[in-house]
């Protein structure tokens, strides 16, 4: 069954799996479609949510239309805020932020400027610090950046081959291992349509606009603006160390796209953060066959637990 949306503006839409409990908004990555969050009706971290008690909404950023083409950051955190305050109306409480990936560095955002508007922060596989990796990839991106802004510039968005092509190079060599045990296994019925749905949602990726997408390879990927502290938004630079609110980081151990430490220092960072670390790579502990017991019901479990 097909989930309602409750809210929208532009191409974004607010999902909502309805419950009467505490509210929760799941912001997932911009360049990635949202239902990875919502894959089949027994791989949903929103459905989980919502089957515990707890009223779940998911921010649908889709693919970017003619309103979206000039955001920069800032307009995606300012258009969360308002998501925020959709939110809380409808549920009357300050609701808990889970933010995935990308997802993770919007949520932060927020967080910072208005931390008493939020009751607590999840962050799953969110990057940080963008130099905790070899500096051959850096220098490479660092080399490609003339190349690339003028592809950007001229397209207006970074558009979804590049960025296949990017995430494809951290794991040269894990397309053709993930066929090779598919094809090998005793798959049942059930895990052929789980990897179908999977399969689907990888290759239908969306583009990151221009203005969007050099912030991400100028600011974060190239100078590490975030770990430094200078990264901007509302005119602010996002300071984990001031968001004092009960915070989650949650690192997936496996994560060849966020490193388990690119994400760990914000553990470190946020006042009273808790780290859990799971046995996952950084799809499958949203979606693996195991993401319900590693993920779904330690999320949920601190998500009520009084603090």
Known sequence: MTLPSVWSEGTTKLIHAKAAGAPVI??????????????????????????????????????PGTAEMTFTMDDYVDRLIRIRDVVQKRSGAKPTLVGYCMGGNLALALAHRAPREIEKLALLATPWDFHAVAAAPTMLLKSSLPGLKQLISSMGVMPVDVLQAMFSSLDPGGSLKKFRAFGASHQNSAQTEDFIALEDWLND?????????????????????????????????????????????????KDTIVPPASAAPLAELLPRAEMLGLNAGHIGMVAGSKAKKLLYKPLADWICAVQ
């Open 26 to 63: 799941l912001v997932p990555s911009l360049v990635n479609r949202a239902n990875i969050l919502d894959l089949t009706s027994k791989r949903s971290l929103v459905r989980y949510l919502a089957d515990v008690g707890l009223d779940t909404y998911l921010v649908d950023w889709d693919a």
């Open 205 to 253: 990726g969306v583009p990151l606009v221009a203005r969007v997408a050099i912030e991400c390879l100028e600011d974060w990927y190239i100078g590490n603006k975030t770990m430094g502290g200078e990264w901007l938004c509302g005119g602010h630079a996002v300071s984990p160390h001031l968001i004092d609110i009960p915070s989650l980081v949650i690192i997936p151990e």
